[in-house]
């Protein structure tokens, strides 16, 4: 039952359309278990489990009497709870319905309106029961009567003769089935059993209460009364007698001797009486402890305050130095806060509060708060009673951002204008600002601002009562100085004439009046009749309700302070940047790190709820807790961005960073998260991908690199100022230098101005990688290209844009191919023996890792982990370049390069054959071998890298134009960003080049060929999960340059073709490709051998040839290999299910 | 004070404190106003509002001080402080480099947020913990006797209030060194135009009205009105 109710209040969750306001579910639809919670002021770990209709009677209070009169006794009709360790009873109605809501919730109509423990009744912890019985009743089915420990000692207990053995005994009458009365019973014996070892523990933290001082047997007259604060060594404020403490102290030690002290007390109207008049010093700790609750926090954990301290002794932290600062300025009026003593006590209560709750740390008026508390109560007592305002009491008001006390604020200032429309209007005419003067008020509840006397009678009925209590007293205090206010027209008027009133509230309200009862009420007196007749229509749920109207506004207001301050505070960098850009920015990287947090919550949810499946409790509290953590203006957030964050941050940006192919993780997580269950939900798909809605970010290593380069920290992480000042050198400077500076240094990885031979690979994967899904940024030579983007999706061969992205290919081979001849060449040196061995086998990891890449995208950050490896390496020796070395193994140095490459993937007997041949033709570029050879390490540096650019005019463009655009920090940037996931690629394999013969064969006979309609999406998956593979890429690049030498050579001989064309055959055969596929992909094959022909053919020199040569291995190696077609295949059905459910998922997600 | 001030005209400034925690902006207003120092000065909580006159030769300017707090939790809180504010010191401690930065954030935030034409001053205090102090005892954290407990040096400030168009003063509320002057330069470089517009028509009758209620200037402090306190 527990389970389904919280799916079902899940499903209300994940429906209600208020989501995206950022008023969270759990002050929407509080939780039956944080109802409860907040009634009974029971921990967390609390939770209700039976209730019960019942009625409760309280033997008359001299139970000594006779029998007539134990007959009679208090009655009350109410609901009894049964939790974990707690039997509760209250007489206000609850409203623990299956699916609590706000409706519901405001049947609270108790005195305390929900928010305390209202109405009469007790909150027993279950180890202060000492028996149960079932008694034989006429009237109802059941009837138990309850004896508790109450006063008892362990061993008094044992000596049963005992005459002065008073024992509170209740009974308490079931008013239900008899079912329900009996699972009630069964639950009880349960509790009762598990609980009996607890009865130690209870002991001993009650013992620390002073009541049990108070009530003690006569024969420990002379025991020495427990902690009741610094008030008894150093005097408690106020002068006793005029405070009448001794009367009310027996009144008080009256009441409970009559109801049963601290643990066991049971409340009837006499108790709020009590409180309402002021509490006796001595007592006055353990009341606010009791009422408050924090005395079942000490309950459950008595040695959290002492373990804490031991624990963190001698640590240092920043709350520890700001505590420092204030101790000497807690109520330094106070005697007890001159000594050494009381500061001591101070630090220590302080210093533990803010390791526990490390995420509010220290802030300051928790420092006058608790020296309040310190003059009534033992530092464990103000301890916990500190837990419990921050927690519950006062949420959010020492929090980082301090929302909770604006939030308090702002509703205090609509309540006023809505019971003092008069002032209010005056205040908004005189532009006077109500929260300068009322803030201290909340933030120190009132103990700052009132004489302490009078201070600590609002805290008396603030403990028990709750928050509401401080806007009444509030309120009171405006209404009573009403006149006064309205004569006052600035702020300092209006501060000076509250402040001269807090100073007479000692005096008389009526000073001048005929009657001598009425001369003898104070200004204070007045204040609290105020406060609590005239306004006893401020409720916790008026409040409740007035927050929640409120919450979206303060924290936007918040939020956008924050936002201007860290925007202001970036530094000179960010001058690059429009105000527009950073802020976009801004934005763009807390919400990538709060939508990760939320998702990451969200799942981790899940994950606790299937675990726990018995009792969904434990998700459900992990819900209450900490779902309010992430959002900026509500304090502590992660603002520290890691690899997958940025990815996703630059996904959101930028098309080329989005993935081609959704991961295989995503799906498996969607399958086996009871898919069936959550597909009815709305949002469920998006919010449990790891991706959420958004489109799901590319892995390539130009994305390594830059997240590399902007950790300037080198801290794994990036700031919002990393990430500032790496977008400020890439879009801020808009000069082509810059950029083509940029991209150099980002791929020059020891900084010695030089990049390698693998280096110079590495750039041209990533500038296919950049331009895969098209160049943006203004293109000469057709700008038409621009809107390119979106419609070759089968790789029409006229398009117009096609030809600038086709050109870009062309640029990027005529790149490596300058970059190799203009290269400078290292010393040569001797390779190393071992190093030699140590790079074949990383390079065949890497070999293997490449067979995989299909499958598992995740298996290219392998490949290139060998390759830090190498790097690690180069830096022992940084002559050598064993970079290239390790992809391209060099089993037999001093032989040409190409023929080492086919060796290493020896199942391509095909290839050999051609190598052999282009053995010959290669002999007339002896130059280029050099350049490729891998025993002639070889760079280039940033004055040839410009040079080979700026040669060529879309390269030029890309860096003057393309390269800064494709970040688009603005655009888009409320709406989602799924749309672009969907767009095209601009890639070999999508105009149909040679590639498309191995994406035909991954596709298998499963799809069509490769114009068929209903191919074309899972066509077009594959393709991205190929173009994905930075290496792959590359290998592409290589095999368009071998086929466009192949060219000139039928050329120069023509007799050769066919033996070409077997070629083709033997891959066929070796993917298992339907021939009518091979023959669609030959052709679109052919179609690009003419283009590359007529645009690169003057470019096809010697060198052109020896690249050419070394893209036969390596793409032999994609698509040649059996693992590579059976990975392609699993991987080409899959992203075209992935990109439709992303796609829909996006679209309801904006609706 | 009242006595001096019939004849000559009289108008009222709004003046904030801001600065990192602890870099003694309530002291300085303690000792603006009060002429008075104490080591252990209560938090602020929110902000705590003065009043102190000062003298010129052709007017009187009344400043109403809101000293905030300074944790920086509470920086939130400051735009409702600084709202309207004609002036604002923030103060920076000599001994401690980062509450430098945190005042020029503050100064930028300022010069962004706050009303137009404010007249900014940068305030280094504790210079009793230099050497360049006359009567440097040497107390507080760590200074230490004889040891320069200085860290930002006055160039470094000044030239930074000069690129920004900052009044510039090292104080040290302990000793009352610079104090008034900082006021009395506020109180000058304050424009005549912005002081006839600072408040709405009849709040100088209220102020007036108000003024005997007010912080009793010269005399001691009233022990029951608790310190710092907003209202």
Known sequence: ?1151 | MADSSAPKPSSSVKLVLLGEAAVGKSSLVLRFVNNDFQENKEPTIGAAFLTQKCNLPTRTIKFEIWDTAGQERFASLAPMYYRNAQAALVVYDLTKPTSLIKAKHWVAELQRQASPGIVIALVGNKLDLTNDSAGADGEGAGGGDGEDARKVTTEEAKTYAEEEGLLFFETSAKTGYNVTEVFTAIANAIPETSLKTARGPGASAAAARTEEQRVNLNGPRDPNAKEGCAC
């Open chain 1, 1 to 1151: 039952m527990l389970n389904l109710s919280s799916f079902v209040q899940k499903a209300q969750q994940l429906l209600d359309p208020n989501q995206g306001l950022n008023i969270t579910d759990s002050d929407r639809n509080p939780s039956k278990a944080s109802l409860f919670q907040a009634q009974f002021r029971l921990p967390a770990s609390q939770h209700p489990l039976y209730e019960i209709t019942a009625e409760l009677t309280i033997p008359l209070a001299n139970a000594t009497q006779s029998d007539r009169d134990r007959e009679r006794g208090y009655q009350y009709a109410g609901k009894l709870h049964l939790s974990e360790s707690y039997l509760c009873f209250s007489t206000t109605p609850s409203s623990f319905l299956q699916s609590a809501s706000t409706p519901t919730s405001s049947i609270f109509t108790g005195q305390t309106h929900g928010g305390g423990p209202g109405g009469n009744g007790f909150t027993f912890p279950l180890s202060s029961i000492r028996r149960v019985e079932r008694l034989h009743s006429q009237n109802f089915q059941f009837a138990l009567a309850i004896s508790t420990w109450n006063g008892i000692s362990q061993e008094a207990a044992k000596d049963k003769d005992r005459k002065d053995l008073r024992e509170q005994r209740i009974t308490i009458q079931l008013a239900s089935s008899r079912q329900a009365c009996e699972r009630f019973c069964d639950g009880l014996k349960k509790g009762l059993r598990t609980n009996v070892g607890n009865v130690t523990k209870l002991k001993k933290v009650v013992s620390e209460c002073y009541s049990e001082y108070l009530l003690r047997p006569e024969e420990q007259k002379n025991a020495t009364p427990p902690d009741a604060g610094l008030g008894l060594m150093f005097k408690y404020p106020g002068d006793p007698k005029k405070l009448r403490d001794r009367a009310k102290m027996r009144l008080w030690a009256e009441y409970l001797r009559d109801n049963g002290r601290n643990a066991t007390l049971i409340r009837q109207p006499t108790f709020h009486k009590l409180i309402r008049v002021g509490l006796p010093n001595r007592l006055r700790g353990e009341m606010w402890e009791l009422t408050s609750g924090s005395l079942y926090l000490r309950l459950e954990n008595p040695t959290l305050y002492a373990d804490t301290l031991a624990k963190h002794s001698g640590m240092e932290s920043l709350a520890i130095d700001e505590i420092e600062k204030d101790l000497n300025r807690s109520l330094p009026e106070y005697p007890g806060f001159q000594s050494e003593e009381g500061i001591g006590r101070l630090r220590r209560v302080l210093t533990a509060y803010s390791w526990v709750n490390a995420d509010v740390g220290y802030c300051q008026a928790m420092n006058i708060v608790v020296a309040a508390l310190l003059i009534y109560m033992s530092e464990a007592q103000a301890f916990f009673l500190l837990s419990a305002l921050c927690d519950r009491l006062v949420p959010g008001y020492y929090s980082t951002t301090m929302y909770g006390t604006l939030l308090d604020q702002k509703v205090f200032e609509s309540l006023v204008e809505k019971t003092m429309p008069i002032l209010w209007e005056h205040l908004v005419k005189s532009d006077v600002q109500l929260s300068v003067v009322s803030l201290p008020w909340f933030l120190s509840l009132y103990i700052n601002s009132m004489p302490l006397v009078f201070a600590f009678r609002v805290l008396d009925v603030f403990f028990v009562e709750g928050p509401k209590v401080l806007f009444q007293v509030g309120l009171a205090i405006l209404r009573i100085n009403g006149e006064e206010l309205l004569d006052a027209a600035d702020d300092g008027a209006f501060i000076s004439v509250l402040k001269s009133y807090f100073a007479r509230l000692d005096e008389s309200a009526h000073p001048k009046s005929e009657n001598p009862k009425l001369r003898a009420v104070t200004r204070f007196q007045e204040l609290m009749v105020v406060a609590f007749k005239e306004f006893s229509a401020i409720t916790h749920n008026s409040i409740t309700e007035l927050r929640l109207k409120n919450k979206d506004a303060v924290l936007n207001n918040i939020e956008s302070f924050a936002k201007r301050t860290a925007i202001r505070n970036l530094g000179p960098d960010s001058k690059l940047l429009s105000a527009d850009e950073l802020a976009a920015l801004y934005d763009r990287f807390y919400g990538v790190l709060y939508e990760r947090q939320q998702r990451d919550h969200i799942i981790k949810q899940e994950q606790a709820r299937r675990a726990k499946n018995s009792r969904s409790r434990a998700a459900a509290e992990a819900h209450d807790e900490s779902i309010e953590k992430g959002r900026v203006g509500l304090g502590p957030s992660t603002s520290l961005m890691d690899y997958d964050a940025f990815r996703e941050f630059l996904a959101g940006m930028s098309k080329w960073a989005i993935s081609d192919a959704p991961s295989t993780p995503r799906r498996e997580t969607m399958g086996d998260r009871q898919a069936g269950f959550y597909a009815s939900f709305r949002r469920s798909d998006a919010t449990l991908s790891p991706w959420g809605a958004g489109p799901e970010p590319a892995d390539h290593e130009f994305l390594q690199r830059l997240f590399g380069k902007w950790d300037v920290g080198s801290a794994s992480a990036l700031t919002l100022q990393n990430v500032v000042s790496g977008m400020a050198r890439i879009k801020g400077k808009r000069d082509i230098m810059g950029t083509i500076n940029y991209f150099f240094e980002l791929h020059d990885d020891d900084g010695d101005g030089r990049v390698d031979r693998e280096g110079i690979l590495r750039m041209s994967e990533a500038l296919l990688f950049l331009s895969r899904r098209g160049l943006e940024g203004t293109l000469s030579p057709s700008s038409s290209s621009l809107a390119l983007s979106t419609d070759n999706v089968n790789g029409g061969g006229d398009n117009p844009g096609q030809s600038i992205n086709e050109r870009f290919l062309g640029s990027v081979s005529a790149f490596i191919r300058r970059c190799f001849e203009y290269a400078d060449p290292d010393h040569p040196q001797n390779q190393n023996a071992i190093q030699d061995v140590q790079e074949r086998l990383d390079a065949q990891k890497l070999e293997h890792s490449g067979g995989e890449e299909l499958a598992d995208p995740d298996a290219f950050a392998i490949g290139d982990d060998d390759d830090e490896d190498d790097d690690l390496l180069t830096m022992e020796s940084p002559s050598q370049s064993p970079k290239t070395a390790a992809v391209r193994p060099d089993k037999k140095i001093g032989q040409p390069p190409e023929l080492q490459l086919n060796s290493s993937s020896a199942g391509l007997s095909p290839d050999d054959d051609m190598s052999a041949r282009r053995r010959v033709s290669k002999a007339q570029s002896v130059k280029a071998n050099a350049a490729l050879d891998p025993s002639n390490p070889l760079h280039i540096t940033l004055p040839t890298f410009r040079m080979v650019v700026l040669a060529d005019e879309l390269l030029e463009q890309f860096f003057e134009s393309s390269f800064p655009a494709s970040f688009h920090i603005l655009e888009g940037l409320a709406s989602s960003t799924t749309p672009t996931s969907g767009s095209s690629l601009t890639t070999f394999s999508s105009l149909g080049i040679g590639a498309g013969r191995a994406v035909n064969a991954a596709l298998g006979g499963a799809a069509g060929g490769p114009g068929a309609p209903a191919g074309g999406r899972g066509l077009r998956g594959v393709l991205d999960n190929i173009v994905t593979d930075g290496m792959r890429v590359a290998a592409e690049v290589r095999r368009r340059m071998e086929e466009a030498q192949r060219e000139l050579e039928k050329n120069a001989l023509p007799g050769q073709r066919n033996e070409e064309d077997d070629d083709e055959e033997d891959d066929d055969v070796g993917l298992g490709r339907p021939s009518g596929a091979g023959k669609s992909g030959a052709y679109s094959g052919d179609a690009e051998r003419r283009s590359v022909r007529s645009s690169d053919r003057d470019l096809l020199t010697g060198a052109d040839a020896e690249a050419s040569d070394a893209t036969v291995v390596a793409a032999g190696r994609a698509s040649g290999s059996p693992e590579g077609g059976s990975g392609g295949n699993g991987a080409g059905n899959e992203p075209g299910k992935g990109t439709g459910a992303g796609k829909v998922v996006g679209v309801e997600f904006d609706g």
